[in-house]
């Protein structure tokens, strides 16, 4: 196995996020150059140190990829700055639940909406046609369980993740025969700093680390998935 992304560019969006962090340390341990894009300065600060002598091959650009004209305008920038782009995961997303559907209000479900379906069609809308005329490249887009698994209280994130599964599945019919190959991920709960602390008594143990669905990432975004497209991979764990 030969994952390797010397001279590459890949846009992690979210790329400092629990996820993210994870997936954008391993691009560049791999070699890539990695655009980030973020909210908080130092969360990408914190990124940047954690990278060490890498951080030479990382940017960090302050952009709401909710809104599809600063998408589009976020990947020119990166075209303009190492002149080309080669792979795109999408870590962005957010988290509503506990919530049954007749108390949901409107702006939550907006949120679930935006965070999780409008930055999925932005960031592919922006991406793919540089990948197409290209003929090559990758879009791994990070779904989750609950695209599939509609629990109780979740109405909002649930619909939000399975519509961002449509989105990727129809995007992965269009691009049959371009070269270029898109897959979706579905976590369940992740070990991330933020769960610990909203469930402290849970059994960390049980959950995948984002170093190991970091690993799934790469795979595949490289060449050696290249049999995998239009696919929707659980990484639960077995716990
Ligand atoms: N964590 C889990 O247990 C879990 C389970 C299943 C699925 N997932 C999915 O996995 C993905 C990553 O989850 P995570 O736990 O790593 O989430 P996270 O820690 O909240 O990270 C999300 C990242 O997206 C950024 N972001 C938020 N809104 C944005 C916007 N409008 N434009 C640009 N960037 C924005 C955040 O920046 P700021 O922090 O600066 O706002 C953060 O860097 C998400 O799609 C999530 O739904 C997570």
Do not use: C
Not at 160 to 186: E, F
């Amino acid at each position: 196995m030969n994952i390797d992304f010397t001279g590459k560019v890949v846009l992690v969006a979210g790329g400092t996020g629990g996820l993210g962090r994870a997936v954008t340390l391993a691009f560049l341990e791999h070699g890539a150059q990695v655009a980030v894009t973020w909210r908080h300065e130092a969360e990408f600060t914190s990124l940047s140190s954690a990278a060490g002598d890498a951080a030479s091959r990382l940017a960090g650009f302050n952009v709401d990829v909710t809104d599809a004209r600063a998408t589009a305008a976020l990947v020119e920038q990166i075209l303009a700055r190492f002149g080309r782009l080669d792979v795109l995961v999408n870590t962005v997303g957010g988290y509503a639940g506990g919530i049954p559907l007749w108390q949901l209000e409107p702006e939550t479900l907006e949120r679930m909406l935006g965070l999780n379906l409008l930055a999925t069609y932005a960031l592919a809308r922006a991406v793919a046609p540089v990948l197409i005329a290209r003929k090559s490249g990758s879009i791994v887009n990070v779904a989750a369980k609950a695209a599939w698994d509609h629990a109780a209280g979740a109405s909002a994130y649930a619909a939000s993740k399975a519509a961002s599964l449509a989105l990727i599945d129809s995007l992965a019919a269009d691009l049959l025969g371009t070269g270029v190959r898109v897959n979706s991920i579905l976590p369940s709960i992740i070990d991330t700093a933020a769960n610990r602390s909203a469930m402290p008594n849970a059994d960390f143990s049980k959950w995948p680390k984002p170093e190991d669905i970091a690993k799934v990432v790469l795979f595949l975004a490289s060449d050696e998935a290249r049999v995998i497209h239009g696919a929707s991979v659980p990484v639960f764990g077995n716990g």
